[in-house]
């Protein structure tokens, strides 16, 4: 019996070590209005850390502005993509890519998720939430929830890549 | 794609839990997991609720397994069957989506394929199906169809939907025009219905760090007894406790109205203006020829970070509502004011505090709010917050918890007196039902 447990524990754990890359065929908007799905983010050269957020929520913005503040600097020193997914619903929509563009987020790269079909397959259960892939877009950490300080947390896991 | 084919398991458990002082105990869990290999993929969501929350139907009760599929995922073609979720257009004319937060889960069990051109120049959606009805599905299903054009920075779509279960069927169709170039974006979209319409118009403006919008909207008995459409009010979803004590919701017999928003950031310093104006139409009020105002608000927010450590923010909302959605003479108005500062302490700690202030001389008149929030990024977070009417009822909604955070796992503990409406805690902002009690929630992902 014991060896069973071991073993199914062993196999859960192979499987998931792999890391869930469902979510690499669901469907999502461009800022342009078009269509693509994350497939596209794994470019085999560059990291990628992709944010979940939308409009009202306070924590998220106050992420996206931390790293916003430092993201050239931090470009210079370890180059990554920073992958801001809008959760917002059709109605936020226009509101999320005016915000996104007023408070200065240059260097993000902005898709949206208007019927949370990302947000499902990549089991994010609330927001902010944020995980980094390496070049090869297998996940390497995820965190939920934000304190000023956690984009620091984030940047040495990107450069311990 | 060139690459391996491996097999792959992702989930999620999610449980919040409620020990109410009168005393009954209420819990929503939710168990998601998704299989992947190469282009074939399955899932499961299993749902169980001893008690649900409150304010969540109760018809929820029990245990069941509401979400399984099975998809086929190929380059320019996929299909799906089981129990999915999907949106035509900006979702009047049909919209199936799940907000826990909400309680609601509106999925289809049924089917649903879909092809595009290379480059998506064409793509075409089609599906069917029956709407849930917790642990099973309901009498009432839906079949539709959604063909859509692109080219350049032109997007053209048009859809077709039947909703079948109440007598004959109903006939409702939507077309969509998008158009986006340079820094300009525009948006017009028609939805009919037996006996009802409406016409949404979208346009937007961004230059350097500048930024407008403007959502233009008229409804006109757009109520969907299925429910299976998405109706959104059209004003600013507030997310300060006081400036969302009485939000607008969509009178679907009749409105028009507008939404706009201004934002603008200058060195350390950024703004936003929001302002929202709506009307109830004419032939959906009993006693009036002329549009009456149902609901009007004009918000506006400043924000200033005062070197590395501090970052303060001055909101005020001034609100006007109509309960009546304009029938009657009388509205109710109120003035929101909000300090609200963050302050990073040298190491790992921060310190959030907010103020708030709501003046009116209607309803339950005066209140005034406050709440710190001391986190660490160790993950731990503890939390106060008091809601007090001294206006009117003299009531105090207050809360005070713990909560702590490590990669994909939340844990959140809080005891208080609460009043329904949105809360952030420990980093993340969830919608919360009135209680007086203990909660406890869990989530995990991986």
Redesign the interface.
């Known amino acids: 019996m014991k060896k069973i447990i071991v073993l199914a524990a062993a196999l859960l754990l192979g499987i998931t070590s792999l890391s869930a890359q469902d979510y690499l065929k669901v469907e999502i908007q461009t800022m342009d209005g078009g269509k693509t799905t994350p497939a596209e983010w794994v470019d085999h050269k560059t990291p990628y850390v992709v944010s979940f957020w939308f409009v009202t929520c306070k924590y998220c913005i106050e992420e996206m502005d931390a790293v916003s503040e430092v993201f050239e600097d931090w470009q210079a020193e370890r180059p990554f993509r920073f992958i801001a997914v809008c959760t917002d619903d059709t109605r936020s929509l226009s509101k999320a890519k005016a915000l996104a563009r007023g408070r200065g987020w240059d260097g993000f790269e902005f898709y949206f998720d208007v019927n949370k079909e990302l947000t499902r397959a990549m089991k994010v259960t609330s927001c902010p939430c944020v995980f980094l892939y390496d070049k090869n877009g297998r996940l390497v950490y995820s965190h939920l929830g934000y304190t000023p300080g956690d984009e620091e947390v984030l940047f040495e896991k990107i450069k311990a890549l | ?1 060139g690459e391996a084919q ?7 458990i ?1 449980s919040n839990s409620l020990l109410d002082l009168s005393p009954a105990f209420y819990s929503n869990n939710y168990l ?1 997991l ?3 290999y190469g282009r074939f ?1 399955a899932g499961i969501q299993a749902e169980y609720y001893p008690n649900p929350l409150p304010g969540y139907d109760a018809g929820l009760k029990g245990i069941g397994l509401p979400g399984k599929y099975i998809a086929w ?1 190929e380059t320019y073609w ?1 299909i799906t069957a089981g129990d999915f ?3 035509f ?3 009047i004319i049909f ?1 199936s ?2 907000d ?1 937060n909400l309680g609601w889960n509106n999925s289809l069990g049924g089917g649903r394929v879909g092809f595009s051109t290379p480059g ?1 120049v064409f ?1 075409f959606k089609a599906l069917g199906g029956f709407k849930r009805q917790f642990p099973w599905y309901s009498s009432r299903s839906l079949a539709g169809a959604e063909a859509a054009l ?1 080219f350049g ?1 032109v ?1 053209i779509e048009g859809s077709a939907v039947a909703r079948m279960g109440d007598g004959s069927p109903s006939l409702w169709w939507s077309a969509l025009a ?1 158009w ?1 170039t340079g ?1 300009f ?1 525009a ?1 017009a979209e028609w939805v009919g219905k037996p006996g009802g319409n409406a016409q949404t118009l ?1 346009l ?1 403006y ?1 230059a350097g ?5 403007v ?1 233009a909207r008229r409804l006109q008995n757009m109520l969907d007894t299925f429910g299976m459409n ?1 109706l ?1 009010s ?1 004003c600013m ?3 300060y406790m006081l400036a969302s004590l009485n939000p607008y919701t969509t009178f679907s017999d009749g409105e028009f109205g507008w939404s706009g ?5 200058v060195k350390g310093w ?1 703004f ?1 203006v929001n302002g929202c104006w709506i009307w109830a139409l004419p032939n959906a009020l009993r006693n009036w020829d002329v549009m009456r105002m149902a609901y009007r608000d004009i918000n506006i927010q400043v924000e200033k970070r005062w070197g590395r450590r501090l ?1 303060t923010v001055a909101f005020v909302s001034i609100q006007e509502n109509s309960p009546s959605h304009g029938d009657r003479k009388a509205t109710n108005a109120q003035n929101v004011f909000v300090l609200d500062g ?1 302050y ?1 302490f040298p190491g ?1 700690l ?1 310190l959030r505090l907010q103020a708030q202030y709501l003046y009116s001389q209607e309803l339950t008149r005066d209140w005034m709010a406050a709440s710190a929030d001391l ?3 160790d ?1 731990w ?1 503890v939390h106060v917050q008091d809601m007090y009417n001294h206006g009117d009822t003299g009531e105090h909604y207050y809360e005070a918890g713990v ?1 702590y ?1 490590t ?4 844990a959140d503990l809080a005891y208080g007196h609460q009043r329904s409406g ?1 809360i ?1 805690s ?5 919608w919360q039902p009135e209680y007086r009690g203990g909660i406890l929630r869990l ?1 995990y ?2």
């Open positions: 794609m491996v097999h792959t398991l992702s989930g999620s999610e998601k998704d299989y992947s993929s995922t996929n979720y999907d949106q257009g900006t979702g919209r989506w799940e826990r998506d793509s692109r920075g997007s998008s986006n820094g974006s948006r979208e937007g961004g760090k500048f930024s407008a919008t959502t998405y959104p059209l979803e507030q997310a928003d201004v934002y603008y950031s950024k936003h970052k963050l990073r790992k921060s986190s660490s990024v993950g977070s909560s955070t990669g994909g796992f939340k949105m952030c420990g980093g993340v902002c969830r989530s992902h991986f």
